[in-house]
Every structure is written in C-alpha cells, then in structure tokens.
C-alpha cells in the first residue's frame, strides 16, 4: 500500500467515526441543517488539505472539529437569504415549553444563547472536555470559559425551569444538561457527503484555487501591459527652443563690450548735459546780479 493510500485510509476512517456527530454538533450550534453539512464538508475539506499536519496532531478529530465550529459560527451566514427558517426557529419562545415540544423548546433554548456561549456549553457539557481543553479549543484563558459556561447554564434554568438547573452544583448543572442534550434526536435532515466524496472534492477545489492564482496573475499582467501602451509619452520640448532660452539667459561674448561702451556714453552724455544746465544757470544768475548792482549807483532810476 503506497503512502497515499495510507493516508486516505486513515482520513477514510477519520471521517466515518465522527462526521454524523459533527454533523448533529454543528445543528445544535447553528439551527440550520444545510449550513451544519456545510460546515462539515468544509472541516473536512480543510483536514485532508492539511493532511500531513492533521496526521500527526495529537488529537485529529479535534483539529477537524476546531475547523467545523469556526466555520458554523462565521458571523456572515446571518446575512445570506436562506437562513430565514433558523432565525424563524430562533424567535420562537424558548419561555414557554408548555406550548411546544420539549425537545423543540430545548433546541430553540440553545439557539437563543450567544454564540460562545453555545459553543463553551457543547464542548464541556455534552463532549465533556475540562475547563482547560475548552479554554485552548476556543482560545480564550480558563476563568473566562468558566465564566461564559456559568452564564449559559443561569441563562438555560432561567428558560427552562423544568430541566432542574436551578439550584443545582456545577456538576450536577453538567450532568444534567449534558443527559437532555444527547438525549435530543438527530435533526439533522441530511447526511454528510462520503469520504470519498469528500477527498474528491477538496482535490477539485485546489485545482480550481490554482487555477484562479494563475488567472489573475495573468489578467494582471495583461492589463498592465495595455495600460503601458496606452499611455502616452511624456512631452519633450523640441531641441531649437532649448537653444533659444540659453540664447536669452546668456548673451554672446562678442556684444558684452559694446554694451558696456554704449552704457558709458550715455552716462558720459548725461553728465555734459547737466554740466550745459549749470552754466547756464550760473551765467542768468550772473547777469541778475550785474542789474541789481547798477540800480544801486544810478540813484536817478529809483
């Protein structure tokens, strides 16, 4: 036997030992068969991915577990249309199991805990794990799961006051919670796929995951290239205009001289037209000068 054979044997065997209670865990989490047998196929999808880590984990079935509760609680399957029927069982009241079926009224009970709270009571009360195997599953540290198992159990005995929690030890609280639970029927409609079908699966789900990495990496590459010959090229001014503003930000050797002597002559012009000014200011003054004098010594003219 080759070593994949081996390994689908095991994984074969893996899935018929607990892929019903998985199954019938992950309806008790959520409330909705199709979903619990989605979650069931994906955690194990996922196992035989991994195979090669999940063999030598201490505790596969856990892995595979761990894999199918993560998937059931995802926050987003509250948003797809066809949960209707879950939510519609959910909003019935857990309040009055006079009205209803025992078995319904402890269904809907479960359901209406958050979450965590689901998943902490599932894991010590009916799979009977310890406080601190429930703590490393769902990764939070022990007072806090042991805080979240006290609640969900106050908030069962108060929906349900004919179980007998009330007043009650923890312990008994566990036993009995954990006799009611497994005494419930299996709801789950639908069975999960085989292993076989499981195996199949997760092979075509790779092939069709690579074949995706590779597509896009090609349409990226492709639109890239479009985009390279699309855009233009950027503007050059031509070379003459180059040459023209070095022509006017520097003038010629050869004219500096004579725009430094034609500078000089004008200055030099300048400086005799205002010398022409002064004399002949100076020689109207003069002769102003020259009549008052005269008045002076001629007394007949006053």
């Known amino acids: 036997m080759t070593q994949r054979e081996q390994a689908a044997t095991a994984f074969d065997d893996l899935h018929t030992r607990h892929a019903a209670a998985l199954a019938q865990q992950a309806y008790l989490l959520t409330g909705r068969p199709w979903l619990a047998r989605r979650a069931v196929e994906r955690g194990f999808r996922l196992a035989w991915q991994r ?50 079926e025992p078995d319904h009224a402890l269904s809907a009970a479960l359901l209406s805990l958050p979450a965590p709270y689901r998943r902490v009571l599932l894991l010590h009360d009916v799979l009977g ?24 159990r106050e908030r069962l005995a108060e ?99 004579a725009e430094a002597r034609d500078h000089r002559n004008a200055a030099r012009d300048r400086k005799a037209a205002r010398e022409r000014r002064n004399a002949a200011r100076e020689q109207g003054n003069a002769a102003v000068r020259k009549k008052i004098r005269q008045a002076r010594l001629a007394p007949e003219l006053r």
């Open 51 to 100: 195979w090669p880590e999940v063999a030598v984990d201490p505790d596969p079935a856990g892995w595979v577990r761990a894999a199918v509760y993560e998937y059931a609680l995802t926050p987003w399957h509250q948003y797809c249309p066809g949960l209707r029927t879950a939510r519609g069982l959910r909003n019935t009241s857990a309040t009055e199991p006079s009205a209803a």
């Open 129 to 152: 794990l310890g406080p601190e195997e429930t703590a490393a599953e769902i990764e939070a540290s022990v007072p806090a799961t042991t805080a979240r198992l006290a609640h969900a």
């Open 159 to 257: 929906l349900l006051p004919g179980l007998g929690l009330g007043g009650q030890p923890p312990v008994r609280q566990g036993e009995i919670l954990r006799a009611r639970i497994t005494a419930l029927p299996d709801v789950a409609p639908t069975a999960p796929l085989t292993a076989e079908d499981v195996r199949s699966g997760s092979a075509r789900s790779a092939r069709r995951i690579t074949r995706a990495a590779f597509g896009g990496t090609g349409l990226f590459a492709l639109v890239t290239l479009v985009m390279m010959a699309l855009t233009p090229a950027p503007y050059t001014p031509p070379e003459r205009h180059r040459a023209t503003a070095a022509h006017t930000r520097t003038a010629p050797a050869r004219h500096r001289g």
